[in-house]
């Protein structure tokens, strides 16, 4: 099994700057068909429609970002395989950057195949990782983290996140280089709480807080809050609800949900409102600014089939605040 860090082209239209955003996590490969209505066990149906999309939590945090106009890197293992240049000439369509990225010769692109359910647009996910290796402290300390404003992480592969961590800590230059991570996926294994105490901010998603048994935002956040640094900022979106945060000075904020009139599609809308606060918060906007931006969004994104189109919500909000 042969790892590379390759040259992805010079195709590539990437901004480079100092403000650029990391992404560390996973990219995948979707399979998803929309359904008339979820489907009985052992039943035959003809889906309404179906595509390929790269996916993965980071992924779709790139999509978004490139989408705002953020200058956006993604971090992660890659297959050379042909199923895995599909994954790769997406990210090259949206210029992410991919300079740093580990590709694998001999391993398969991990894929979801995903149910819409045209009625409700609710998405079912099966996920398969047959052979591809997370990402190691190894590769991650082969960044210059000079080039960063932001980086991101997956609340995934947690003891290697928390050495990345660390070294980043370890490295500060009194540069204002920010780290987010975030707990989304319920896990049996609580070490993912290892690395709330060392963000700067703290996105929990409600399933993950659910899990946990956490009823509601508040409680999210009270939790989550003994775990985390005191001057924290700690993001709780609840879907239909809205979302909370506390602020670094401890003060709470909400936002309220945005639904468009029909949900046609909610895959992804927790990492379109994800990058979308990151976005936000990294161009120094206020934390309830940054998460009602993120509703908005979001709101947006659940109102049409994939991720196109944001930029456009995205204008329109900043001409709509700028006539207001």
Not at 120 to 146: M, Q, W
Request: proline share 4%; net charge negative; glycine share 8%.
């Amino acid at each position: 099994m042969a790892n590379t860090v390759r040259d992805v082209g010079e195709s590539l239209e990437v901004k480079v700057d100092k403000s650029r955003i990391l992404c560390v996590g996973l990219a995948c490969l979707d399979f998803i068909q929309v359904v008339r209505d979820y489907p009985v066990e052992d039943s035959d149906q003809r889906s309404l429609d179906h595509k390929w999309q790269r996916g993965g939590n980071a992924a779709n945090n790139c999509t978004v970002l490139s989408q705002l106009g953020a200058s956006c890197e993604f971090l992660g293992p890659l297959s050379s395989k042909p199923t895995g240049s599909f994954v790769v000439e997406d990210f090259r369509a949206h210029g992410v950057c991919l300079d740093n990225c580990v590709f694998y010769d001999d391993c398969e692109v991990p894929a979801s195949s995903v149910l819409i359910n045209s009625q409700n647009g609710s998405r079912t996910i099966v996920h398969s990782n047959l052979n591809l290796p997370e990402l190691s402290f190894e590769d991650f300390k082969k960044l210059d983290l000079s080039q960063y404003s932001w980086i991101h992480f997956e609340g995934r592969n947690i003891s290697e996140v928390v050495k990345m961590i660390n070294w980043i800590h370890a490295w500060d230059k009194g540069a204002p280089l920010k780290i987010s991570v975030e707990l989304e996926k319920p896990r049996v294994d609580t070490r993912i709480l290892d690395i709330a105490g060392l963000a700067d901010v703290v996105f929990v998603g409600k399933d993950f807080a659910e899990f946990m048994g956490w009823k509601s935002t508040a409680e999210a956040i009270a939790a989550v809050g003994k775990l985390s640094k005191p001057d924290a900022t700690i993001v709780v979106p609840w879907g239909a609800s809205g979302a909370a945060a506390r602020c670094p000075d401890g003060t709470l904020v909400e936002s309220p949900a945005f639904p468009p009139e029909k949900v046609v599609d909610t895959l992804g809308a927790g990492d379109t409102f994800l990058a979308t606060t990151v976005f936000a918060l990294s161009l120094g906007k206020s934390v309830v600014d940054s998460i009602t931006l993120g509703c908005r969004i979001a709101g947006a994104k659940v109102g049409a089939f994939g991720y196109q189109g944001l930029d456009k919500v995205y204008q329109r909000i900043l001409a709509h605040s700028d006539q207001g």
